[in-house]
């Protein structure tokens, strides 16, 4: 450990972490990175699909040491086969690798100044006169104090630090999406889309995805909600239909109930997955938690800069991050609110609806002609026309 007191402090070390640590450093303020495991990046838990967007807000490249498909479109299955295929908007974009992207992006925070430790464990927030002001942690064996004017949560979906700090950030099991993802080779896939397979016996509340990664390799998984089954019972009832060797498994869970109401208090701020900054409907949380982290790094820096870590002031963050994506991600949960109200019948008249029209010039008399014979898609199908 190199020193007792910094500027800036973050919790979690991937994209959360790295982002607001690199922007925060960016910005001259003197920052610590920790993260509990042993390695930046490992293990993944994501299907890697990443928009240009994201490349944009880190000011970087994508390089290719990690980029490993480029994708154009998407493929979407209705539960009863009928393909669905469109080019562009949220499906165009990037496959990498995280593990060389997760730890480029630490790297990056390191040469801006960040200090990292690693296998360091925060165990509780330092908090005098209700404004936090650094951490307790564990580092091979010994609890350590480091003070900081700033602590950023990028703990993820299991977070404490939002807790500890005394935001309300708990989420209903129900709202958290149980993943499970194979890295497989031997697909036949498309290796410019991405596949997306909707139904109750394929994944009950959310989809099966497939990304390809180039060769015949592809990352295959699948999210659900509100069943008692294992993802990685639905997942293995698909892959054993292929003839594919997996070479990676992940679990894990994304939190798909929108953003929490508070992301920050005197001397704290949280980010990423922590604070539910990941579209509820896609379950995307990369290009949302780099927007929302960069914002953090910077707010964080100022705050230092003027003395002034107080809620009044940190909440400058949170106008931020929610003028850039809050509309977004508000729409999504109501969205995912209706989408979880449709059942294989509704997705499947959806699908046949949306495959005979031209979506750029659709008609009034066609839609209701439509929702004449299916009432109960009048709502979503208004929303999204
Ligand atoms: C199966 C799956 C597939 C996904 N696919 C995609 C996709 O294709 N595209 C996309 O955009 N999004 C995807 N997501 C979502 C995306 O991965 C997350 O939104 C994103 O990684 C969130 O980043 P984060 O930094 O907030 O949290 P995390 O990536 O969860 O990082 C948190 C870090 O904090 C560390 N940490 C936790 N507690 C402590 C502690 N007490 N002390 C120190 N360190 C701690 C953890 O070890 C971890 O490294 C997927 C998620 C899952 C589960």
Not at 21 to 39: P, T
Not at 255 to 269: A, H, Q, R
């Amino acid at each position: 450990m190199k020193k007792l007191k910094y500027d800036v402090i973050v919790v979690g070390g991937r994209i959360g972490g790295s982002t607001a640590s690199l922007f925060a450093s960016k910005s001259d303020v003197d920052v610590l990175m920790i993260e509990k495991r042993q390695e930046i990046g490992s293990p993944v838990q994501c299907a890697e699909g990443v928009t240009y967007g994201a490349f944009e807000t880190l000011e970087m490249e994508p390089s290719e040491r990690y980029v490993r498909t480029r994708v154009k479109g998407a493929h979407i299955h209705a539960p009863d086969g009928r393909k669905i295929s469109y080019e562009g908007g949220i499906a165009q974009g990037l496959i990498i690798d995280r593990k060389i992207f997760d730890k480029e992006l630490a790297i990056e925070s390191a040469k801006a100044g960040t200090d990292i430790m690693l296998k360091t464990s925060v165990k509780d927030l330092i908090i005098k006169d209700h404004n936090v002001c650094g951490v307790v942690a564990k580092h091979l064996g010994k609890t350590i104090e480091i003070h900081s004017n700033v602590v950023i949560g990028a703990d993820g979906v299991e977070s404490n630090m939002a807790r500890y700090a005394g935001i309300e950030a708990y989420r209903d099991p129900k709202n958290i999406a149980s993943c499970a993802q194979y890295e497989l080779v031997g697909m036949d896939v498309d290796p410019e889309y991405l596949e997306f397979y909707f139904g109750s016996k394929i994944a009950p509340n959310g989809y099966l995805w497939i990304f390809p990664k180039g060769d015949g390799v592809a990352n295959v998984g699948l999210g659900i909600r509100g069943t008692v089954d294992n993802a990685i019972d639905y997942l293995n009832r698909y892959v054993s239909k292929l003839d594919v060797t997996p070479v990676e498994l992940n679990i894990g869970g994304v939190p798909v109930s929108g953003p929490i109401e508070k992301t920050y208090t005197d001397g704290f701020l949280v980010v990423g997955d922590a604070a539910g900054q990941v579209d509820p409907i896609t379950g995307g949380g990369i290009h949302t938690t780099i927007s929302c982290a960069r914002t953090a790094g910077e707010v964080a820096a100022e705050s230092v800069k003027r003395e002034d870590s107080s809620a009044q002031f940190l909440k400058n963050y949170q106008s931020k991050w929610r003028e850039n994506i809050g509309k977004s991600l508000d729409k999504s949960v109501k969205y995912r609110n209706m989408a979880d109200k449709l059942n294989d019948k509704d997705m499947n008249a959806l699908a046949e609806f949306i495959e005979t029209q031209d979506l750029e010039a659709i008609s009034k008399i066609s839609v209701l002609k439509f929702v004449g014979k299916h009432p109960n898609l009048m709502k979503i199908l208004t929303e999204i026309l």
